[in-house]
């Protein structure tokens, strides 16, 4: 059974660097996306950005100019970096391994995706 | 448009059936996937696909899509269902993930 642990540093200042690793246990780390999600207090989900095996990314538009997310196969990990934190920021983070394929028809096909193994979730708060 | 759309909240008698929707371009093309999140916890994986279920999940929990909307519906429902819902799927250019704002279901 896939496993997510995640850790980091919960207790930033404005300006500085937010920083977490996830960690894959027991299952393949190739085929999957691996994204970030996270959950301001009281509010909905945000995506942050994901990556695959192999390093490709993909960002949320609105955080792209801060966001860094790498990966290390070597120990089944994946990390995100996120620049000049502000009070904004503050949220629940979570990682997920995130999956999908294609469903057609005789005419056209339907493309799924799904989040189906969460961390669970690192809290990180932004204040001076 | 880029977006994700869902009610804010739905009540429901117990035993009765809800149905939650989520609107936006991208379910034209991409099947929305569905979550639960109950207080203090990560969200759970409950529909995704045309109406695929993981291990685990009741048949009571079902999903369908129509046009650019996409609905899950929880028949019989029971206390445990009261939590708040998500929809998500990938935008049109496929590069991007989209989270629908939550819808909070609440069980009378």
């Known amino acids: 059974q896939v496993q997510l642990q995640q850790w980091g540093a919960g207790l930033l200042k404005p300006s500085e660097t937010l920083s977490l690793t996830c960690a894959v246990y027991?299952?393949?780390?190739?085929?999957?996306?691996w994204s970030w999600i996270r959950q301001p207090p009281g509010k909905g989900l945000e995506w942050i950005g994901e990556?695959?095996?192999?390093?490709?990314?993909n960002y949320n538009p609105s955080l792209t100019s801060r966001l860094n997310i790498s990966v290390d196969t070597s120990k089944n990990q994946f990390s995100l970096k996120l620049r000049s934190v502000t009070a904004a920021d503050t949220a629940v983070y979570y990682c997920?391994?995130?999956?999908?394929?294609?469903?057609?028809?005789?005419?056209?096909?339907?493309?799924?995706?799904?989040?189906?193994?969460w961390g669970r979730g690192t809290t990180v708060s932004v204040s001076s | 448009s880029s977006e994700l759309t869902q009610d804010p909240a739905v009540s429901v008698a117990l035993g009765q059936t809800v149905k939650i929707t989520c609107q936006g371009d991208?379910?034209?093309?991409?099947?929305a996937s569905w979550y639960q999140q109950k207080p203090g916890q990560a969200p759970v994986l409950v529909i995704y696909?045309?109406?695929m279920r993981p291990s685990g999940i009741p048949d009571r929990i079902s999903g369908s899509r129509t046009g650019n909307t996409a609905s899950l519906t929880i028949a019989g429902v029971q206390a445990e269902d009261e939590a708040d819902y998500y929809c998500?799927?990938?935008?049109?250019?496929?590069?991007?993930?989209?989270f629908g704002g939550g819808t909070k279901v609440t069980v009378l």
């Open positions: 997920a391994r995130h999956g999908g394929g294609e469903d057609c028809g005789s005419t056209s096909c339907s493309f799924y995706s799904y989040m189906d193994v």
């Open positions: 027991g299952g393949s780390f190739s085929g999957y996306y």
């Open positions: 990556i695959n095996n192999i390093g490709s990314t």
């Open positions: 991208s379910l034209r093309i991409f099947y």
């Open positions: 696909g045309e109406n």
């Open positions: 998500n799927s990938r935008d049109r250019t496929g590069s991007h993930l989209l």
